[in-house]
């Protein structure tokens, strides 16, 4: 079993529809979560961190379940702009940083 | 504040040859990383220092790729010999520190082994 798993998508949604992302991870002693935004031929960039309450960043809300071990990442009012891959990032102890293979979002006129 | 500074940015070699790639992290990040990216794929962790030592380096082929970062600030990633399937973008990335953070990256290096 994979690490860090993400549905590959593509997800190809319309302007102004929601989508949503998750994300299982395997080791449940991980501390902290992350998801990244890359773009095309781009590196990684933080988008947000999540937190056990959950936390919410404009239209971008991250949700963690310990119990399960998975996170997700929900995407309301998608604007074209929001099309790149989002991946999935656990800390797996030391600050090691373990990636998803990553979810391709396409936003459509 | 400057970012993590990576070169070069694109290298084409042929296949046996040797590569070497440099980092230099953001300043006074104690925390590097060394990434793979495939095509399609996420990034990979190869190597992880924190400060000049070791943290992780379990998935780093041990027997053609090598890092360093002896004085604990910029790195260098070597591969030799090169072979087709290390065709990939190489990312470097740091942290300012060990436990629950958030890496920043450079722009990578975008090796192609012909």
């Known amino acids: 079993r994979k690490e860090v798993e993400q549905d590959p998508g593509p997800f190809n949604v319309p302007e102004g529809a929601t989508v949503a992302f998750n994300c299982t991870y395997s080791n449940s002693a991980s501390q902290s979560f992350f998801w990244y935004r890359q773009d095309c031929r781009k590196e990684p960039k933080l988008l947000m961190s999540?937190?056990?309450s959950g936390n919410e960043d404009g239209r971008f809300t991250a949700q963690l379940n310990r119990a399960s071990q998975y996170i997700s990442l929900l995407i309301r009012d998608s604007k074209l702009s929001d099309s790149a891959t989002y991946l999935c990032?656990?800390?797996?102890?030391?600050?090691?940083?373990?990636f998803g293979a990553g979810t391709r979002l396409a936003v459509h006129p | 504040e400057a970012g993590v500074a990576q070169s070069p940015r694109y290298k084409i070699i042929e296949k046996r040859q040797s590569v070497a790639f440099w980092c230099n992290p953001i300043s006074g990040h104690a925390t590097l990383y060394w990434y793979q990216q495939i095509l399609g794929q996420g990034p990979k962790l190869l190597i992880q220092?924190?400060?000049?030592?070791?943290?992780?380096d379990s998935q780093l082929p041990k027997d053609r790729f090598s890092a360093e970062r002896l004085k604990g600030v910029d790195s260098t990633l070597k591969i030799q010999p090169a072979k087709l399937e290390d065709s990939a973008v190489y990312l470097c990335a740091s942290s300012p520190r060990i436990s629950n953070t958030e890496a920043f990256f450079g722009q990578g290096t975008r090796l192609t082994v012909v």
């Open positions: 999540v937190y056990s």
């Open positions: 220092f924190q400060n000049n030592g070791v943290v992780d």
């Open positions: 990032v656990v800390n797996g102890g030391y600050n090691k940083l373990i």
